[in-house]
């Protein structure tokens, strides 16, 4: 079925990858340029220089150490962005000083950034997941959607979207989350599965639990969206990071979209799901988009 988008799609025209030069950075701008190129959008470097990078210099040294943290970090935010300008990518570096996640977000907000992009360290320790203070910040607080690119991630950004999953636990949250996947999918002319995970639930109630999880999921789709493939609806039961991580693998996904509220990482959410994000995106074989409904997405 050929694709009819009857309205406008999301709009992404500014996307800001923030990088600490780190092997992490490196895995995610990738993903950052192969979206720029799709959606013609302005990419947006952002190095920050952390406190800790000077806070032991002395009163004598304190402009030096500064000084030469930021000509190392031009050099680095040039070297990254000279081959994508040359082939034709608006590019533009960016560099602040403080802290990180804060300074990001000013950034985002001034520049009108319709993505963030970040690439994370996943691991366990005393059974929760850390992805990195920055990245948590970021999801947590940020007014624009972020991509975030883990560990485990095995897909590659050249080969463009050809298979959207979209978590969602009915909340308004990740209802809004549905959209984005949806547009992706329009754009990239990829396969949408819709997935719910019944966490909880006993044996006996499973069917009825299934059929209506079904329903609820047809009805979260967008009315204004054709897709080029009937999408699927999947209804999982057992733990939801485990069931969205594991379908993201058995199909290959390119992207995962799952809404996330903006509270602690690790404290109780409005929303079952936003619970579960850190651990999806610590273990996804593919990156995560996070969306958080704190206004409504620009379209063209």
Do not use: W
């Amino acid at each position: 079925m050929k694709t009819v988008t009857s309205e406008p799609q999301i709009a992404i025209k500014n996307i800001l990858f923030a990088t600490d030069f780190e092997v992490s950075a490196g895995r995610a701008l990738p993903f950052a340029v192969a979206l720029a190129k799709r959606y013609g959008a302005k990419l947006y470097a952002v190095h920050v220089i952390p406190p800790e990078a000077y806070v032991l210099a002395s009163a004598e040294s304190f402009e030096r150490v500064l000084a030469e943290a930021g000509d190392f970090a031009k050099y680095s935010l040039n070297q990254l962005l000279s081959p994508l300008r040359t082939h034709g990518i608006a590019a533009e570096a960016l560099l602040g000083e403080g802290n990180v996640a804060g300074v990001v977000e000013k950034l985002a907000e001034e520049r009108s950034a319709d993505l963030l992009v970040v690439g994370t360290k996943g691991r366990m320790g005393l059974s929760k997941v850390f992805v990195g203070s920055v990245a948590e910040e970021l999801i947590r607080d940020s007014r624009c959607p972020v991509l975030t690119v883990g560990p485990h991630v095995t897909s590659l950004a050249s080969s463009g979207v050809q298979s959207v999953i979209c978590a969602t636990d009915f909340s308004p949250v990740s209802t809004h989350a549905v959209k984005f996947g949806v547009s992706l999918a329009a754009e990239y002319q990829a396969h949408l599965t819709l997935l719910h995970v019944l966490e909880g639930k006993l044996p006996a109630s499973l069917g009825l639990e299934v059929d209506f999880a079904e329903r609820r999921l047809r009805q979260t789709l967008p009315a204004e969206f054709e897709l080029p493939f009937q999408p699927e609806f999947v209804v999982k039961a057992g733990t939801v990071a485990d069931r969205i991580v594991n379908l993201a693998a058995d199909l290959s996904s390119d992207i995962i979209v799952i809404g996330a509220n903006g509270v602690g990482a690790f404290a109780e959410m409005a929303s079952r799901l936003g619970s579960t994000v850190h651990r999806v995106i610590a273990f996804a074989p593919c990156p995560v988009l996070t969306v958080r409904d704190v206004q409504k997405p620009e379209v063209e």
